[in-house]
């Protein structure tokens, strides 16, 4: 199941990052925003905050930040970029 196309999860719309920093560790390189709730989390490749806040909220779909055309978002729930 490779399709981009069929998640249910992202709205389309990004809340408005919490912090300029992971909120768990401080780290400010490799960001992700929930777009639900504008949680700030490290990616993988570090604490893998972002994931954890998926696990603990429920909240599947992150974006990668600084947000711009070149952001890319992706959805847990889903594991596919969407
Ligand atoms: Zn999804
Ligand atoms: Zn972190
Ligand atoms: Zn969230």
Do not use: K
């Not at 490749?45 to 890319?72: C, K, N, W």
């Amino acid at each position: 199941m490779a399709a981009t196309s069929t998640c249910v999860h992202t709205t389309g719309t990004v809340a408005t990052p919490n912090s300029a920093t992971c909120e768990e560790c401080g780290s400010g390189s490799a960001l992700r925003v929930c777009t639900e709730c504008g949680h700030v989390g490290c990616c993988e490749s570090q604490l893998a905050h972002d994931t954890a806040h998926f696990e603990a909220s429920g909240h599947p779909v992150i974006r990668s930040l600084p947000l711009s055309d070149d952001s890319f978002t992706w959805c847990y729930a889903c594991a596919n970029y969407v």
